[in-house]
C-alpha cells in the first residue's frame, strides 16, 4: 500500500507579554476643589493725612522689607514749624530751670515757677505734636511684603484717605480657600491634612493643613467654605493664584494596584488578561472583567475583580484574547506551577 505522509502537529501559537504581580493596598477616595492662594496678611494703603507727594517708592510687584519708605509727603512747612518749636521749648526750659533756681532762694513766687513751668510744658507738647504729624505723612511698609498696583507721583495732591497700593505680606506660609459640599466640609477637621496640586509650568503636589472651616453654607450652591494653610514649602504660590485642592470624600478602602498598561477597554468594560496555567501546565490568558475607581501616573486602582498576588500581563496585552497560550518574558518571578 501507499504510505501515507502525516503532517507533525503544528506548535500552538504563542503571545509573548510581560507579566506583573497585581499588589494590595489602600485606597482614599477623593473630590477635587478649586481654592485660591491668599496671602496670610493683606492690607490696603492709604495715606491718613492730605498732603503733596515728595517721594514715592512703589513698584509693583516689588518686596519691601518692614519700614520702608513707600511715600513720603512734603514735610517742609512742618520742618519750618519744627526749628521754631525746638527753639521755643529750648528757651522755655532755660526760664523755667532759672526761676525754679530764683524760687529756692525766694527771690520769685511759686506762681511764677508754675507758669514757667506749663510754658515748658505746652512746647514739649507742640513739639511732640508736630514730629507726629511729620511721621504720619511719611508712610512706611508695615511688613514685609508684595507691592501691588500703584498711581502715585511726586507733586500729585492728596487728600487723606486717598488709596495707594496694596501689600501682600511675604510670610512663610499662605492660606488656601476651596468650597466643597457642606457634608465633606462637615467632616474637614482643623489639622486634617489636604493635597495641594500648584501648576506654575511644572506640577507640584504640596500639603496643606486645614485650620478652618466657614460656619455659613451658601444657600444657591449647599457648599462651605474651608480655609488650609499652606506652610514651608520650597515653593508657595502667590497670593491669588488658582491651585487644585483634593480633599478626601470617604473612608479609605482596600484596592489591588496593576499597570496601567494591564487594562483593556471594551465595549463590554475594563478587563485585565490574568495569567494562570491550564490542566497541562501551559500558561494561558484568562480575560477577567474589573472595575477600575481611579489611574494614578501609570497604575490603575481596581476596586472588584481581581486579587491581590494575581498575575496579571501588563506589557503586550492588547495582543491577547481568551485563552490564547503566552510566553512570558521577564521581567517576572514568575513560576507557574501548581496552576497559581
Given at each position: ?36 492662594v491668599i496671602a496670610r496678611r493683606s492690607i490696603t494703603l492709604r495715606n491718613e493725612l492730605p498732603g503733596t507727594v515728595r517721594e514715592v517708592n512703589l513698584v509693583p510687584g516689588q518686596i519691601v522689607e518692614a519700614g520702608t519708605v513707600l511715600v513720603a509727603l512734603d514735610v517742609s512747612v512742618e520742618n519750618a514749624e519744627l526749628e ?56 512706611r511698609a508695615p511688613f514685609r511684603s508684595r507691592v501691588g498696583l500703584a498711581d502715585v507721583h511726586p507733586g500729585q495732591y492728596l487728600n487723606e484717605g486717598t488709596q495707594l497700593t496694596t501689600l501682600q505680606g511675604i510670610d512663610d506660609s499662605v492660606y488656601v480657600d476651596f468650597a466643597v459640599e457642606q457634608q465633606l466640609a462637615a ?154
Amino acid at each position: 500500500g501507499s504510505h501515507c505522509l502525516v503532517p507533525a502537529a503544528q506548535p500552538e501559537y504563542s503571545e509573548s507579554v510581560t507579566s506583573a504581580i497585581a499588589r494590595h493596598g489602600q485606597y482614599q477616595p477623593t473630590t477635587t476643589a478649586i481654592g485660591t492662594v491668599i496671602a496670610r496678611r493683606s492690607i490696603t494703603l492709604r495715606n491718613e493725612l492730605p498732603g503733596t507727594v515728595r517721594e514715592v517708592n512703589l513698584v509693583p510687584g516689588q518686596i519691601v522689607e518692614a519700614g520702608t519708605v513707600l511715600v513720603a509727603l512734603d514735610v517742609s512747612v512742618e520742618n519750618a514749624e519744627l526749628e521754631a518749636t525746638l527753639a521755643q521749648a529750648a528757651l522755655t526750659e532755660s526760664v523755667h530751670k532759672r526761676l525754679e533756681g530764683l524760687w529756692r532762694d525766694q527771690a520769685v513766687s511759686l506762681e511764677e515757677v508754675d507758669r514757667a513751668r506749663a510754658d515748658r510744658d505746652i512746647a514739649r507738647a507742640q513739639l511732640a505734636r508736630t514730629r507726629a504729624i511729620i511721621e504720619r505723612k511719611t508712610i512706611r511698609a508695615p511688613f514685609r511684603s508684595r507691592v501691588g498696583l500703584a498711581d502715585v507721583h511726586p507733586g500729585q495732591y492728596l487728600n487723606e484717605g486717598t488709596q495707594l497700593t496694596t501689600l501682600q505680606g511675604i510670610d512663610d506660609s499662605v492660606y488656601v480657600d476651596f468650597a466643597v459640599e457642606q457634608q465633606l466640609a462637615a467632616r474637614l477637621a482643623p489639622g486634617d491634612e489636604i493635597q495641594v496640586v500648584v501648576s506654575n509650568g511644572v506640577e507640584r503636589t504640596l500639603t496643606a493643613v486645614i485650620i478652618a472651616a466657614d460656619a455659613r453654607v451658601d444657600s444657591r450652591t449647599r457648599n462651605a467654605t474651608v480655609r488650609a494653610q499652606l506652610a514651608g514649602a520650597d515653593y508657595l504660590p502667590a497670593p491669588g493664584a488658582p491651585v487644585r485642592v483634593s480633599v478626601p470624600s470617604g473612608d479609605p478602602q482596600p484596592v489591588v494596584f496593576v499597570p496601567a498598561s494591564a487594562v483593556r477597554k471594551s465595549p463590554e468594560g475594563d478587563h485585565v488578561f490574568v495569567l494562570a496555567n491550564d490542566a497541562d501546565g501551559k500558561p494561558r490568558a484568562n480575560a477577567r472583567p474589573v472595575s477600575v475607581i481611579a489611574m494614578t501616573g501609570n497604575e490603575a486602582i481596581i476596586a472588584k475583580g481581581l486579587a491581590a498576588d494575581e498575575f496579571v500581563a501588563a506589557t503586550g496585552s492588547f495582543k491577547l484574547r481568551q485563552d490564547v497560550l503566552v510566553a512570558v518574558s521577564e521581567p517576572t518571578p514568575l513560576s507557574f506551577a501548581g496552576g497559581l
